[in-house]
């Protein structure tokens, strides 16, 4: 584990190629309320609109989120679509020169309609998806253009990745001329295949990652055990000269498969799914990083394993940080620092839980000596929404509220403390003396403060109020406090003292 958080934490910035179908994807948000008169169907009341890259655009926005320097070859229509995506590659700083405008084509969009339920309570369906594509094969002028440009750029690449979707860009001839370069320039070139049954295309690629549902097609081995995985990547490794299979098989993690036949699964974490949508494109995004990096096959599979995990946490096809990663594998030591989030990591987090309709939940404080007090208060706030987030005071801060000599219990284990309870759901340290900085990050639905407060003003509740969330005043326990507990310490301290020196005394 350790191996791995170093791997991750010193990730350089390899020159990745990342050549395959082309998409944009756009996500239609809204509640649905009532069924239309004129059919049964839903009726989404719109709310917002977003726009991603998808299928190999995935790969790309992966990668530059984990720091490569990306070079992209596809191709898009001469349409609005297709500069919606140039200009994201744009802001996101790829190389875009291997980009072919095909006239005689679209460029492919997925359009999916996203629909909070009403009778649900809470959480996000996928009602609709309309795809705008046309699938034929590259005009042999085209694959020409594709093939001058990698012949260009491929020698300076340090990996090689192909995302086939089977839309018609990666001809059998465009495929063979791929592997062939790759050869020629020593390049590890790594394929997530299309879903055929003849895979002799892939021939001579160092790797390839299919899932399962793909790798029983491609072998007619119907995968139920650890032989079957043997003996399907010993088929597709000895067919097609590969160096590694990588097969994802679910909720079962992942096989690598060596050409010496060595295989080994790794198993994923459980957790909730909430949409595949982007785990193969992670899979793939996070063998080039590492491989790309002077990194192992061997070392990639448990990485690759961890951030596909993360992603089917996510709506669509969402990029993976490293924070993410580094959070997930930190975690895997111990449940409690799993809550323990840096903002970075906890902003992804509650992206992802605003799209379920999730109400979150704030509260914020020092909470050096844990008491019944701050119990109830934190129950009190997780009744308030669906989850909760503790803004926590690191030491420097509590110091500069209360003095030098605060806190009396040092932050990692305050962290801990509030992170072992059932009530709250994550916990992020902040340095300043007031959260207003950390409000304005998470975004809460509600903000919670002591009774205290009520008069003096709470911090951050102009800022919520501003947005349509909610201030809520929580009742105090009487008489308990962190000042109160101490000097009932150090009074029976000293009453022990005193009785102490007087049975002395009277010996």
């Known amino acids: 584990m350790d191996n791995l958080v170093n791997i991750i934490s010193n990730l350089g910035s390899p020159k990745i190629m990342v050549i395959g179908d082309l998409m944009l994807d756009k996500y239609v948000w809204g509640e649905v309320k009532r069924i239309s008169q004129e059919a049964p169907i839903p009726i989404i009341n719109v709310s917002s609109e977003d726009v991603r890259p998808g299928g190999a655009g995935s790969v790309v926005n992966n990668l530059k989120t984990l ?95 192909v995302s086939d979707m089977n839309k018609g860009l990666l001809s059998h001839s465009f495929l063979k001329a791929i592997a062939t ?73 992942m096989f690598l498969y060596h050409k010496n036949g060595s295989g080994k699964i790794i ?28 990194h192992g096959f061997e070392e990639a599979a448990p990485l690759a394993n961890v951030a596909a995990g993360i992603e089917v946490g996510k709506i669509g096809a969402t990029p993976v940080s490293k924070a993410e990663i580094l959070s997930e594998l930190m975690s895997g030591k111990s449940q409690l620092s799993g809550k323990i989030k840096d903002i970075e990591v906890l902003d992804g987090i509650l992206n992802e839980h605003r799209k379920k309709n999730d109400k979150i939940v704030f509260t914020n404080g020092c909470f050096d000596i844990l008491h019944i007090g701050h119990i109830e208060y934190l129950k009190f706030a997780r009744k308030q929404g669906d989850l909760l987030v503790i803004g926590l005071n690191t030491d420097r801060s509590v110091q500069s509220l209360k003095g030098p000599s605060r806190p009396f219990v040092s932050e990692t284990e305050r962290a801990r403390m509030l992170a072992a309870l059932e009530d709250v759901t994550y916990v992020v340290l902040f340095d300043e003396q007031t959260p207003l900085n950390l409000i304005k990050a998470v975004r809460p639905d509600v903000l919670v403060k002591g009774e205290d407060w009520k008069n003096a003003g709470a911090v951050g509740s102009e800022i919520v109020e501003a947005y349509g969330g909610k201030v809520v005043f929580a009742p105090f326990v009487e008489g308990i406090s962190t000042t109160n507990i101490v000097s009932r310490i150090i009074k029976r301290h000293s009453e022990t003292e005193t009785l102490k020196d007087a049975v002395g005394q009277t010996h």
């Open 267 to 294: 198993p994923t974490v459980p957790r909730a799914v909430f949409d595949v949508t982007g785990a193969g494109d992670m899979v793939l995004s996070m063998f080039g990083m590492v491989v790309g990096s002077g």
């Open 181 to 253: 370069l790759c050869k020629k320039y020593k390049k590890t070139a790594i394929v997530d295949p299309k879903l055929v049954n003849d895979y002799s295309c892939y021939e001579g690629f160092t790797a390839m990652t299919p899932n399962r549902n793909e790798t029983e097609l491609a072998t007619g081995i119907k995968i139920t055990d650890n032989d079957t995985l043997h003996r399907a990547g010993n088929k597709l490794v000895s067919n097609l000269s590969l160096e590694y299979c990588i097969i994802t098989i679910d909720k079962d993690g």
């Open 67 to 161: 720091g490569a320097q990306v070079f992209v070859c596809g191709i898009i229509g001469d349409d609005a679509h297709g500069h919606t995506l140039m200009g994201i590659f744009k802001q996101l700083g790829v190389e875009t020169a291997g980009i072919i405008v095909d006239k005689s084509r679209p460029t492919i969009m997925k359009m999916r309609f996203m629909g909070h339920l009403q009778t649900a309570g809470k959480g996000v369906q996928q009602l609709l998806r309309v795809d705008y594509e046309k699938t034929h094969v590259i005009s042999a002028e085209i694959e020409t253009l594709l093939n001058n440009y990698l012949q260009k750029t491929i020698p300076s690449c340090d990996v090689v990745l």
